[in-house]
């Protein structure tokens, strides 16, 4: 199968928790419909959902429990400003 059909059906959940080190981990990878679940879970708990396909190509060897490599924490930087943003227009639209 084609990377790019691989892709389709792959969700990551990342986690950073500074009392565990530097190093942001994938605390879940799903394919199929378990990613389409945990997406639905995501949302339905106004949990931030970003499409990156770059990000996700690039993080999509690793597997759920191991730290992010650090070649990727610009990308990362770039994700945490954007899901911020995002969480500061739902709050003004809430109030």
Known sequence: MKADKLLEHLALALRFDEDEGLSPKVQAKARGRL???LLRVAK????????DESL???????????????????????????V????????????
């Open 44 to 51: 339905e708990n106004d949990i931030p959902v970003v499409e």
């Open 35 to 37: 990613a389409e679940e």
């Open 56 to 82: 996700l190509r690039g993080l999509s060897f690793l597997e759920s429990g191991q730290n992010v490599p650090e070649e990727f924490f610009p990308m990362l930087a770039e994700l945490v400003v954007h």
């Open 84 to 95: 911020e943003a995002l969480c500061q227009s739902l709050q003004a639209k809430s109030r």
